[in-house]
């Protein structure tokens, strides 16, 4: 069973040459979906104006002996497409059967399902029978050569009442038994909803919220899937709030907002190492207890990750046994790599 060391490319804003030969497997994000179309060719399709960039990326990744995975989904297409082609039989055969026409036709070596997020107990029903049916239209189609990969990104924790308190709960066994890996996205724990107080966003272990943390998400997952199964993913981006006293700056400090990067206050490593880090003015520090890294300059405060704190989360998942990490995003690294070749 091979280690998973991946990574998603942001197919609008990067050069596939950029991608690191450190990946094993790059996902495409993402491509998009008609949620209700009945013919294959209408409901997951590559534009005409998208064509040459998905064949540059899939020779760009073939030509350095990595697997190159189709996400589907993403934050910004939501849930309600994905619930309505998940609720109807014949929506649901339609996407299996584009999506697979589509690997193959691009050269993909497997699927990924990025929902974020299934936001009813019927939601989760309907997964559990999207993943079944995907999984016997895979093996079908891949008789006699290589079986498409089927993978799906998950939030860090298997119930999602901790998400927006609607409790419902990922279908554990369906995804046991039908998906080849889970992408769990083991991070923004705090973030710009968190106006009171800042937080170490990627946290490994968590001293004073044990629930926002790594350690206990990846633990709650290991009720439902093996070990085997999972893979943690490492943001390369921050999270910034403004100090309400830049005199109190350790992690759980009060805040009155945002930083910088805009309305949800993220920055790529990339500016975090150029504006900050590499500025004398910064105080740089490795917070033991959660294992993150942050740092401060006058009342701006940065939850990032760093070397020491990917190192840490890296060897974590080692001492689980999960079946490897996952960084998004391809492109918010620092210029010479530094995060991605960490490993």
């Given at each position: ?215 206990q998400g990846i633990s709650k997952w290991l009720q439902f899937v093996p070990a085997q199964k999972l893979v943690m993913g490492l943001p390369l981006y921050a999270h ?53 890294d942050y740092c401060y300059a006058g009342n701006i405060w940065i939850s990032y990750t760093g ?37």
């Amino acid at each position: 069973m091979s280690t998973i060391r991946g990574g998603y490319w942001p197919s609008w804003r990067n050069d596939p040459q950029i991608i690191s030969p450190s990946y094993a497997h790059v996902f495409y994000a993402f491509l998009l979906f008609d949620p209700v179309a009945l013919k294959p060719a209408e409901a997951v399709a590559i534009a005409p104006d998208e064509d040459l960039k998905v064949r540059r990326f899939i020779t760009s990744v073939h030509n350095r002996s990595m697997k190159a995975l189709l996400s589907i989904g993403g934050a910004a297409e939501g849930s309600t497409n994905f619930s309505a082609m998940a609720s109807n039989p014949n929506y649901r055969r339609t996407f299996i059967q584009s999506s697979i026409e589509v690997a193959l036709r691009y050269g993909f070596d497997g699927l990924d399902l990025d929902w974020e997020f299934p936001s009813s107990r019927g939601d989760m029903d309907n997964l559990a029978l999207l993943l079944a049916e995907w999984r016997t239209a895979v093996d079908m189609e891949a008789r006699g050569r290589t079986k498409l990969l089927i993978a799906m990104a998950v939030f860090f924790t298997p119930d999602l009442s901790f998400y927006d308190e609607n409790p419902r709960m990922y279908p554990g066994v369906a995804m046991r038994n039908y998906v080849d890996f889970i992408n769990v996205m083991t991070y923004d724990y705090y973030g710009s909803w968190d106006r009171t107080h800042n937080g170490a966003s990627a946290a490994v272990f968590n001293p004073t919220n044990a629930e926002r943390s790594t350690s206990q998400g990846i633990s709650k997952w290991l009720q439902f899937v093996p070990a085997q199964k999972l893979v943690m993913g490492l943001p390369l981006y921050a999270h910034t709030w403004k100090l309400q006293n830049p005199n109190i700056n350790g992690i759980g400090a009060p805040v009155v907002g945002v930083g910088l990067g805009g309305a949800d206050g993220t920055l790529p490593y990339r500016d975090v190492v150029a504006n900050f880090l590499n500025n004398p003015g910064t105080i740089a520090v490795y917070d033991e207890p959660t294992r993150s890294d942050y740092c401060y300059a006058g009342n701006i405060w940065i939850s990032y990750t760093g070397v020491r704190s990917i190192k840490a989360a890296i060897t974590h998942a080692r001492e689980r046994q999960l079946r490897g990490y996952f960084h998004w995003s391809i492109g918010q690294d620092d210029g010479n790599s530094t995060l991605t070749t960490t490993g």
